[in-house]
């Protein structure tokens, strides 16, 4: 397709497990994003990625957070050890122009629920 | 740092009338703003944004934006407020030496029929 494909778009899952959210860009995007959207709330950043590797993963909340993108297309955002708390949707974006004036195009988001 | 205010959770308006949706914005150097829209279970739509020139910028579906500096504010407007136009709003800023956005909370608007 032509537009940011994420899946699952829905994944539910046990307090304490391993999730893996998948991305993949419009084709010919170096820049990707992940953000996360608790309800009620704005996008927040958390990791941005220009080519293969992670330029800024500042707002990964912490160590149980981790995103790769090995090919510098497709991006994984791993989780370890869900809680509660990190339910929410994690949007990924990517953007093509080499410098920051681009728009980001989003994707429709994996909702994460972890009971 | 860069943050965003959106100053209303939510927006009525009765179809055909003007719709305003309003942001304030902080940064440490020139900004670039966005707009993006929301509809319901949908991703993040880009409707505008203003990188630098002309202060009234024009996107999608009618929309256009104000940039004014001196205010720091990037007010998202529409002449003629559709019952489609029904969503949720987001202003997102980046600084010139920066590559991520940052958002704000939202305004939810609703135009009544």
């Known amino acids: 397709g032509a537009g940011v494909s994420q899946t699952p778009s829905n994944k539910v899952t046990e307090k304490g497990k391993y999730v893996e959210l998948r991305c993949d860009p419009i084709?010919?995007?170096?820049?990707l994003y992940w953000y996360r959207q608790s309800l009620g709330q704005g996008p927040e950043f958390l990791i941005y990625?220009?080519?293969?590797?992670?330029?800024?993963d500042s707002g990964l909340p912490n160590d149980r957070f981790f995103a790769v993108r090995p090919e510098g297309s497709v991006s994984t955002l791993k989780i370890q050890r869900t809680e509660r708390g990190d339910s929410a949707v994690y949007l990924c974006?990517?953007?093509?122009?080499?410098?920051?004036?681009?728009?980001?195009?989003f994707g429709e988001g994996s909702r994460l629920t972890v009971l | 740092a860069q943050s965003v205010a959106q100053p209303e959770d939510q927006v009525n308006v009765a179809e055909g009338n003007p719709l305003t949706v309003k942001c304030t914005y902080s940064?440490?150097?020139?900004?670039?703003l966005f707009w993006y829209v929301q509809y319901p279970n949908r991703g993040l739509q880009f409707l505008l944004k203003?990188?630098?020139?002309?202060?009234l910028v024009k996107g999608s579906y009618g929309f256009e934006a104000e940039f004014n500096k001196s205010q720091t504010s990037f007010h998202l407007k529409k002449p003629s407020a559709l019952v489609s136009d029904s969503a949720l709003y987001f202003c997102?800023?980046?600084?010139?030496?920066?590559?991520?956005?940052?958002f704000g909370a939202g305004t939810t608007v609703t135009v009544r029929a």
């Open positions: 974006a990517s953007s093509h122009a080499s410098g920051n004036t681009g728009e980001l195009f």
């Open positions: 084709s010919g995007h170096t820049a």
């Open positions: 990625f220009q080519g293969t590797g992670a330029a800024d």
């Open positions: 940064v440490s150097g020139n900004p670039y």
């Open positions: 203003y990188i630098t020139g002309d202060n």
């Open positions: 997102a800023v980046r600084d010139l030496n920066d590559y991520k956005l940052s």
